[in-house]
């Protein structure tokens, strides 16, 4: 399983772009890399999910680079409600039917006034 | 859709009673998963299903049993109930159609014991 690494905590500002980087350095050829989101007293909740270069959608963009071995999950112009856990994920969820995903303890994200 | 309910939303038990956990997807979904999450920790797998009749122990299985005899339904049975299950339980699920897909949350159930 792919090990995945990234800071305990992150502050930002309102209005500022924040970067959140994974490293997961033994990636394997299968593997995908994916971010959720959890709120307090919530479920989490799917961001983001690549394979490789880039991929944005209308909350995120996340950004794998060729070796693949980290990645970078950018938010652009964060709000107070960005505040949150964010965990990076790696692996194939249903090789051998087997849900392979192992969540971290994320990198809780505070967003100040 | 409803997506994914839990019931009860909160429980304290005490030492060695026993209880039900109960989750329901209305997506159809084939694959169902438990989650429970400690204090500042990320998640862990208890159970998971990859249809009915069909379920496997996930990562963290002791002190607990499962069931799914229909698409829908994926209770969570607790026996004999300890200090160290009290935590947040997750339901979850998915619909497999490639390699990856995402996992669609419930809103969680938080348990005591005491």
């Known amino acids: 399983l792919a090990k995945t690494t990234q800071p305990i905590s992150m502050d930002s500002y309102e209005g500022q772009e924040v970067n959140i980087t994974c490293s997961h350095n033994?990636?394997?050829?299968?593997?995908?890399i994916t971010w959720y989101q959890q709120f307090p007293s919530q479920g989490p909740r799917f961001i983001i999910q690549?394979?490789?270069t880039k991929v944005t959608n209308e909350v995120a963009s996340l950004f794998i680079p060729a070796d693949r071995k980290s990645s970078t999950l950018s938010l652009p112009r964060v709000s107070l409600s960005d505040t949150a856990v964010y965990y990076c994920?790696?692996?194939?969820?249903?090789?051998?039917?087997?849900?392979?995903?192992?969540f971290g303890a994320g990198t809780r994200l505070a967003v100040h006034p | 859709n409803a997506g994914v309910t839990q019931t009860p939303k909160f429980r304290i038990l005490k030492i060695g009673q026993s209880m039900t956990l109960q989750c329901t997807q209305d997506?159809?979904?084939?694959?169902m998963y438990w989650y429970r999450q400690d204090p500042g920790m990320g998640l862990k797998l208890i159970y998971y299903?990859?249809?009915?009749?069909?379920?496997d122990k996930g990562e963290v299985p002791n002190g607990y049993n499962v069931s799914r005899s229909t698409t829908e339904d994926f209770p969570l049975r607790l026996e004999l109930a300890a200090p160290s299950q009290t935590s947040v339980y997750f339901c979850?699920?998915?619909?497999?159609?490639?390699?990856?897909?995402?996992?669609?949350f419930g809103p969680g159930t938080r348990l005591t014991v005491l």
């Open positions: 690549g394979y490789k």
């Open positions: 979850a699920s998915t619909f497999t159609t490639t390699a990856y897909n995402e996992q669609f």
């Open positions: 299903s990859v249809g009915a009749g069909i379920t």
């Open positions: 033994n990636i394997a050829t299968n593997d995908y």
């Open positions: 994920l790696v692996g194939v969820m249903f090789s051998g039917g087997y849900n392979k995903l192992i």
């Open positions: 997506m159809n979904h084939n694959y």
